[in-house]
């Protein structure tokens, strides 16, 4: 309940899932695609009605739909709210255009519904209402009263917008509030002038996906490269936006939106930078590129169509390996190293998963090569000592243990399995202050093991006291 997230129709497709198919994987999985392929036929109907043809409309849903940087989106079974939240946003963009086109009350009263289903699904969705709000308005000499027009139509989803944050704010209490982190605001600013470029990075040449980016706390002198690439960016939407092309200028409106809520303005809980936060804002750039290659349509058609099949085998060969990264957890932490050496999540990640398959060989050689890049990593030393009691080694053990305490003295599995371990010795006095400090440390996760603490506290005092 601490992390600051309402999204109960997401949490309804699990529980559906659950009764449809138990524990089994591969439904799961199978519907996520599915949704998948909806958004991608939903990208589609709204470029051919764009575009006004079959053929770009069709490039652009490709385009998104085999992307290598949805393959987090799609593999990963809890980021099915972005899948969801993209479907009802569409659902909702096309039935506000119907209501805008007839003047039925009614359909901007069904939006906004479909509105607030993708709000259930992901806060993320709120990006649709600035969207809608600017969408195709006039010039700025005539925008008085289609202002006051717009905020009429709108309306209905604001006030389900309304709704949904008084629902929010009634089930998300205490530390399940989003803070807003004033404070650390220029940071997470300052983290941004790395983000975006390897956002634009990952869509431009996605060679270097991974599932877990470090973000450097801040930029260093190294960090020069960063400025020659935000001049590029800035250049090229400028470019972009003075070509004047409708298309153009509403997917960068739409990709600017949307990139609001993942621009860590609001600290993000899971991570400053993830492949499925780019899901929405993908949405808008494959309309700016199909158009972009519209307005060069005096080239030879036979060159179009190379260049368009060659980015798409280019696309699709990068996905499947991707895909093929997500088979299980050991080829996606394996990945994480391979593009990060010197990841220490990702070392300890694999090794947690080789010692759950009782390779304790190849558990040992990766959360040792976590501590050769973070020595005080306080996760790698429990584990190295915990194999080492297992294997009876206790000298080394407790080494181990004293390691993690000293990177991390609140460690609470190290305090417990070292007491442990010097009761089983023989050494009481010493296992004493340890089990005192676990009880002002645990969390909820321990509370099992709180009687018994409590009691070998009781017990040693009487023995030493």
Known sequence: MSAPFYRPVNRLSYLVDYQLYGVNPLGYHAENVLLHLAVVCCLYLLALRLFGAPAPAFVAALLFGIHPINAETVNLVSARNNLLAALFVFLSFFVFNRASKTGQKVFFLLSGV?????????????????????????????????????????????????????????????????????????????????????????????????????????????????????????????????????????????????????????PIPSAPLADR???????????????????????????????????????????????????????????????????????????????????????????????????????????????????QSYQEAERYLRLALQADPGHAESLFNLAVLLEKLDRGREALPLYETFLTNVSAKYESLLPKVRSRIAQLHKQYD
């Open 114 to 266: 479909l509105f607030f289903l993708a709000l259930l699904c992901k806060e993320t969705a709120l990006m649709l209402l600035p969207f809608l709000f600017v969408y195709d308005l006039p010039a700025i000499g005539a925008l008085r009263g289609r202002l006051w027009d717009k905020l009429v139509s709108t309306f209905p989803l604001i006030f389900f917008a309304g709704i949904y944050f008084a629902l929010r704010s009634a089930v998300l209490t205490g530390s399940s509030r989003m803070s807003l982190d004033l404070g650390r605001l220029g940071h997470r600013m300052l983290q941004n002038l790395f983000v975006m470029p390897r956002y634009l990075e990952n869509l431009l040449l996605p060679l270097r996906l991974n599932v877990d980016y470090q973000v450097p706390s801040e930029l260093k002198a190294a960090d020069w490269w960063l400025t020659p690439v935000w001049c590029f960016v800035v250049a090229g939407v400028v470019l972009l936006w003075r070509t004047g092309r409708p298309v153009t200028r509403a997917g960068l409106v739409w990709c600017a939106i949307n990139l609001f809520p993942i621009a860590n303005v609001i």
């Open 277 to 391: 936060f780019m899901y929405l804002p993908l949405l808008g750039l494959c309309l700016v590129v199909v158009d972009q290659g519209l307005s060069y349509g005096q080239r030879p058609r036979n060159f179009a169509l190379g260049a368009g099949a060659i980015l798409a085998i280019f696309l699709m060969t990068l996905t499947v390996r991707r895909n093929l990264d997500w088979l299980d957890d050991c080829s996606l932490f394996a990945s994480a190293i391979r593009v990060a050496p010197d990841s220490t999540w990702g070392y300890y990640n694999l090794g947690a998963v080789l010692l759950d398959k009782q390779d304790l060989a190849g558990a040992t050689h990766a959360f040792l090569a976590a501590l050769r890049v973070d020595p005080k990593h306080s996760g790698s030393l429990f584990q190295l000592a915990s194999i080492q009691l297992n294997a």
